[in-house]
């Protein structure tokens, strides 16, 4: 079975910091990996996603993440961080069945002025 | 391309009613995935639907059933409802293969309290 672990349920930092949010994989087989966004009252959406191929993935909004198989990791970054990134992240890793996704326990990034 | 949409957003259901909460892909798509969330279990699959065939199913009891229609929307109805079934449910939408790789596509969620 496949799981997924981010450490840290809270991250506080302060804008135009440096945001690192951090999630380790476990799969038996070649993982497919996704990070996603959640607002306040909305649904999920996609930053960036990990299929095969480059190992350094740039998704929306200045986000990017770096699969590292060695350590089963697949930490998210954004160099600079802005008021509006202010949400709670979720690392999915995808099952080889049909439509599951599996998720970690979310991380609340809070970005102070 | 509209997104994908639920309906209703919120809904208050006593205990050992039942309810059905309605999910519309985004058009062309023809998976359709649903979650459960809540604070303290996170975010749990519970079942996946393409071509109106339930293909994959989470940990979940039987009260918990789905559908899939032929214009690809779906239905999920929960029966006699607990107090732990209160949360946000989540649909998502995928292409046709419904692959491990394919991007799902959220919905807002439909909010359900249970009182």
């Known amino acids: 079975a496949q799981s997924v672990t981010q450490l840290g349920s809270h991250v506080s930092v302060s804008e135009g910091a440096l945001v690192l949010l951090r999630c380790n994989y476990s799969?038996?087989?070649?993982?497919?990996l996704f990070w996603y966004v959640q607002y306040p009252n909305q649904g999920l959406q996609l930053l960036l996603k990990y299929t095969t191929g480059a190992t350094l993935v740039k998704g929306i909004n200045g986000f990017e993440a770096e699969f590292k198989k060695s350590e089963t990791s697949f930490h998210l970054t954004k160099p600079s961080a802005h008021m509006s990134d202010a949400a709670e992240y979720f690392c999915a890793v995808s099952d080889l069945s049909y439509g599951k996704l599996t998720f970690g326990q979310g991380t609340i990034l809070t970005v102070h002025p | 391309k509209a997104g994908v949409t639920q309906t209703p957003r919120y809904l208050i259901k006593t205990r050992g009613q039942q309810v059905t909460l309605s999910c519309s892909p985004i058009s062309g798509h023809r998976s359709v995935s649903w979650y459960q969330q809540t604070p303290g279990q996170g975010l749990q699959f519970l079942f996946e639907y393409f071509s109106e065939t339930q293909r994959n199913k989470g940990n979940f009891p039987g009260r918990f059933s789905g559908r899939q229609f032929s214009n690809s929307r779906s239905e999920m109805n929960v029966s006699t409802l607990e107090l732990g079934d209160s949360a946000l449910y989540l649909c998502a939408s995928s292409l046709a293969t419904g692959g491990s790789q394919e991007t799902q596509y959220f919905g807002p969620g439909t909010r359900l309290l249970v009182l």
């Open positions: 799969s038996s087989v070649p993982p497919y």
